[in-house]
Nanobody
């Protein structure tokens, strides 16, 4: 069984920084794209940043220049470094990964349970 476990959320004042981590564990053959989404109260879940297995990245316009996504393929872990946080960044942040479990021939989509980031003004 494969699972994603996030860590690193919390409370921070506007202008501060946080680093989120998400580790994939279980019976994994390979991991393709990994990413971070967020969902603020009353809003739809949105893509924050994504990274391919080769290291190509993409970001939501709202976080470009402030957030950096990275991954450690040896540790099956993806990170989201967040700088210059704003109150509008407050949301539950979810880790997502496209994973081929051992014994499977196709990619499955996995989600973490989410970690809350609260930015106060």
């Amino acid at each position: 069984q494969v699972q994603l476990v996030e860590s690193g959320g919390g409370w921070v004042q506007a202008g501060g920084s946080l680093r989120l981590s998400c580790a994939a564990s279980g019976s994994i053959f390979s991991i393709n794209d990994m990413g971070w989404y967020r969902q603020a109260p009353g809003k739809q879940r949105e893509l924050v940043a994504a990274i391919t297995s080769g290291g190509s990245t993409k970001y939501a316009d709202s976080v470009k220049g402030r957030f950096t996504i990275s991954r450690d393929n040896a540790k099956n872990t993806v990170y989201l470094q967040m700088y210059s946080l704003k109150p509008e960044d407050t949301a539950v942040y979810y880790c997502n990964a496209d994973i081929i479990p051992r014994g499977f021939l196709h990619v499955l989509d996995y989600w973490g349970e989410g970690t809350l980031v609260t930015v106060s003004s």
